[in-house]
């Protein structure tokens, strides 16, 4: 089995509904880690990104709410610096 290659991003956000919030929490914890409050580090398929993205939307009020998807390279991510210094940990899902 071929393993997908995986997408390193940043998604930030600004949800004003603590319902819509919490779930937007919910389904990235699915695919990374918290960062900061309302910002994760999340490693996705293609796929992942594109249902996560989809879902996301479906959720979110566009007048209101706003949602920024990052995207970063490996070579960028490992220039990463964390303060104070904390190891984060993903848990990946696996796409069969």
Not at 43 to 49: A, E, I, P, R
Not at 68 to 82: E, L, N
Request: glycine share 2%; aromatic share 10%; charged share 30%.
């Amino acid at each position: 089995m071929v393993k997908a290659k995986r997408i390193l991003q940043v998604i930030a956000y600004d949800i004003e509904d603590d319902k819509t919030r919490n779930k937007v929490a919910k389904l990235l914890e699915k695919y990374g880690a918290r960062v900061n409050y309302s910002v994760f580090e999340c490693m996705f398929t293609s796929v992942q990104l594109q249902k996560t993205k989809e879902s996301i939307a479906k959720l979110v009020d566009r007048r209101t709410d706003s949602v920024v998807f990052y995207p970063i390279c490996v070579d960028c991510y490992s220039k990463t610096v964390y303060m104070p210094e904390n190891k984060k940990e993903y848990n990946v899902v696996e796409v069969i």
